[in-house]
């Protein structure tokens, strides 16, 4: 007897996706459920989190961790109360089995234990290798780390500066042209002739003004329309 009310009180405890009729152990009425779709509370932290870490690859990692986290909710429909929930993607529940049922909502997936672990391996490796090879956006602004110690004057010419280090260069293949710039251009000293476009001010100085002026210089041939192609920052 006390078997058998044990598994009348686990069953009362399950939970669908979509609505059932419970008895609700609020209001002790017998009701058909309403069921809301809600994320965790700390989605919102952890979207942020892969945003910054993965890049443009989050658009396909925020909404798969969208999807892990979203549970049905069941509601009371006379008391409103929570009564219970159910994760619209569930996990084997015995990862020791030879198969694996992964629910996907209403749907339901059944693979071997060696090819769901290959898979979720393949993944790892796969967003891993983009956190270390992916685009670094701001390399003007913060080329790279310095290699070259001695300076000395080198006889390349704007134009092959482009075809190695120009923009385009840089969105092809960022990691390669990092490398030319390390080799070949970082520290030295080159002559090359421009038009002045417009100076600006930056004060660097947190309590005491230290007014650094920046001289904007426009190439031949020009990279933009509309920026200047080189900065030339002097001293104060």
């Not at 007897?1 to 008895?23: G, H, L, Q, R, V």
């Not at 219970?84 to 909502?105: A, M, N």
């Not at 080159?190 to 007014?211: Q, T």
Request: proline share 4%.
């Amino acid at each position: 007897m006390k078997k058998a009310n044990e598994e009348a009180s686990t069953d009362s405890n399950k939970f669908d996706i979509t609505p059932m009729k419970k008895t609700c152990q609020f209001c002790s009425k017998e009701v058909t459920t309403y069921v809301e779709q809600e994320a965790n509370s700390f989605f919102g932290i952890a979207a942020l989190v892969i945003v910054v870490v993965f890049g443009f690859m989050s658009f396909i990692l925020v909404p798969l961790g969208y999807m892990l986290t979203l549970s049905a909710v069941h509601r009371c429909s006379r008391c409103l109360q929570r009564m219970g929930e159910k994760q619209f993607i569930g996990l084997p529940e015995d990862f020791s089995q030879p198969v694996w049922h992964i629910r996907l909502g209403k749907c339901s997936v059944v693979t071997a234990r060696m090819y769901a672990i290959l898979a979720s391996i393949i993944l790892l490796v796969v967003s891993c290798y983009y956190v270390y090879l992916r685009p670094n956006y701001t390399f003007h602004e913060a080329p790279l780390t310095h290699h070259n110690e001695e300076s000395s004057r080198i006889s390349t010419s704007w134009k092959e500066y482009l075809v190695d280090c120009g923009g385009e260069k840089i969105i092809e293949n960022s990691v390669h042209t990092k490398i030319i710039w390390n080799e070949k251009y970082e520290n030295n000293v080159v002559e090359w002739s421009g038009f002045f476009a417009d100076v600006k001010y930056r004060n660097k100085g947190f309590i005491f003004p230290d007014i650094e002026p920046n001289v904007l210089i426009k190439m031949e041939p020009s990279e933009s329309t509309v920026f200047a192609d080189l900065v030339l920052t002097l001293p104060s």
